[in-house]
């Protein structure tokens, strides 16, 4: 099969309904950031289809107003799954204001009343795809790129993992969405290969420390969002302008929720949307 034909092949029909069910129909508590749109909002969409009643949404992103609409739909198609709208900017929010979060989308739940505790990592910036390694000479861009990308996911993966400790039943999965961009080089995406290798690494050392954790890096590969279409118009690299078609989310959506259901792969593995 062509790389283009496996572009639409549909993972969720390919997956045993039983396994899937199983798997996603139980009590959860999900969070999703960079919810607002693209990859997360398809998640969220799915995610909420899937899990059992009286489980949590926590929907993380700044947009407030997007949010909002999500919201509203989800619980309009699944009234009996809470959502909770987190509306932070994760370039400048704290550990307290992280904790805070949790806590209030848990509002009053004992975290041990969830079968499945959830997180998925997918806010993340691009970067200047114009910039060169040797035009990064601001102190400032740097270490705010790897704030949003890199120190924030590490914050809220141990709040998140910290309101869980005592849930020894409960399963555990945490997923960052990574990249090929985490494994491979590319000229023009100095900050982004980095923070996304960067990313991958402190997953798999979480992998290591925490065997009770599920832990999946899911490189969900070229989909249509707008950081693709930021990548395009600011690029000056032929092989990724030319990169063809991208993905669709919901297409990558259901390759990572059918893959969390399968639940074969390594804790910590680097898993990308064409591997086999």
Not at 119 to 131: E, M, R, Y
Not at 180 to 195: D, H, I, K, R, T
Not at 203 to 224: H, I, M, S, T
Request: charged letters at 20%.
């Amino acid at each position: 099969m062509s790389e283009s034909d496996s572009v639409y092949m549909n993972f969720s029909s390919m997956e045993d309904p039983v396994s899937m069910t199983e798997y996603w129909n139980k009590k959860t508590f999900a969070v999703v950031t960079g919810a607002s749109r693209g990859i997360g909002k398809t998640l969220a969409e799915k995610i909420a289809k899937q899990i059992a009643a009286e489980s949590v949404l926590l929907l993380i992103s700044r947009d407030e107003k997007s949010l909002g609409s999500l919201k509203q739909a989800i619980e309009t198609d699944r009234p009996a799954v809470r959502v909770y709208v987190g509306v932070t900017d994760l370039s400048i929010c704290d550990e307290s204001a992280l904790n805070g979060l949790v806590s209030a989308a848990l509002a009053g739940d004992s975290t041990e009343s969830f079968a499945h505790a959830l997180c998925i990592h997918n806010a993340g910036s691009l970067g200047d795809a114009t910039k060169r390694c040797s035009d990064l000479t601001q102190t400032t861009s740097c270490v705010d790129y790897f704030r949003l990308n890199v120190a924030s996911v590490v914050v809220l993966n141990a709040i998140f993992l910290r309101h869980f400790a005592a849930g020894k039943q409960q399963r555990k999965t945490v997923v960052n969405m990574s990249s090929l961009c985490g494994v491979q080089p590319f000229a023009s995406l100095s900050l982004y290969c980095s923070g996304k290798a960067a990313r991958d690494m402190f997953f798999k050392v979480l992998a290591k420390e925490e065997p009770e954790v599920r832990v999946l890096n899911y490189a969900p590969g070229p989909v249509e969002t707008g950081m693709r279409s930021q990548l395009l118009d600011q690029s000056w690299i032929d092989e990724i302008k030319s990169g063809g078609l991208g993905l669709t989310t919901t297409a990558t959506c259901d390759r990572l929720m059918a893959l969390l259901a399968r639940d074969s792969y390594a804790s910590g593995a680097h898993v990308d949307y064409y591997d086999s």
